[in-house]
Structures are given as C-alpha cells and as structure tokens.
C-alpha cells in the first residue's frame, strides 16, 4: 500500500457561538492553535489484591490552545465569549463557543471560500486568557479553551 501525503497549506480558525444558527466568524492573527485530548482514568483496588479491581474512566477533557497576534480585530477572549450576560468576567465564564479549524487544499495560498475539510470542536469554555506586551515584538492574546463534559 502507497503512503500518501496530506498537507494542507493554507487553514484558518472560525468560532462562534453554541446554539448559534449563523455562519462562523473568521479569526484574524492567529499564529498558533493546539490540541491536547485526556481520558482520565481512576483505579479501584480490592483489599488483597494486586491487580485493580475496576478501572473507571472519568469526565474526558479536551483542549484547545490558540494565540493570535493583537491586530486590531476584536480579541478572541470577546469573541468567544459574545452573548455574555454581562460585560464583567463572572458574566462571561459560562458562556461556550465552537471554534473549528478550516483546512484548505495546498494549491491556494490564501484563507478565502469553503474549506476541504473541517475540524470542529462544540461546548468549550474559555478557561485561560493572556495577554503579552512585547517591546520587541507584536502584541500577543494566549486563549486556553477546555471541553470536559460527557
């Protein structure tokens, strides 16, 4: 069987709100985005034994960590929170987005039209926001979105 390479190029970065009907929203300025995935497990020992006596798997907990350059676009944090009950941080903690990465095939060289494929993550919250203000360098917004619900 013949290995074949699958590169995509161009990919883009799109949230919106859960429960939202609407198309999704473009994010500007993103650098980096990555994914960690974790099924936690707990052991239940029986006295007297050595192997477990059942091994439970608890709430699985997805991650999405993006960072994007501040360009003068509406911050990912304000985005991914939009439909908060209030402006403050206790109004905004409840709120979930779904943000899908769009992958483009290699031959364009630019984020524009329908994507070849999708990769779509629903229900996470924001659970880490940063802000870094470089002398040297751009200003930078670090998101941390988490998803642990079964």
């Not at 999405?64 to 676009?73: K, S, T």
């Not at 630019?110 to 751009?138: H, K, M, Q």
Request: aromatic share 12%.
């Amino acid at each position: 069987m013949a290995f074949t390479r699958q590169y995509y190029a161009a990919q883009g970065l799109y949230i919106k709100p859960v429960g939202s009907t609407g198309v999704y929203s473009f994010v500007h300025g993103v650098q980096s985005c990555s994914e960690t995935f974790n099924i936690n497990t707990q052991n239940i020992n029986e006295w007297g034994q050595i192997a477990p006596y059942e091994i439970v798997e608890t709430t699985p907990e997805g991650t999405l960590q993006v960072e994007r350059v501040l360009d003068g676009c509406a911050p990912l944090y304000l985005l991914a929170t939009e439909g908060a009950s209030a402006a403050s941080l206790t109004g905004r903690q409840d709120v979930k987005s779904v943000l899908a990465v769009g992958m483009f095939d290699s031959a364009v060289s630019y984020v524009s039209g329908t994507p070849g494929r999708t990769i779509e993550w629903s229900g996470l919250n924001v659970n880490s926001v940063g802000f870094s203000f470089n002398t040297d360098g751009a200003f930078t917004e670090s998101v941390g979105f988490v998803g642990n619900y079964r």
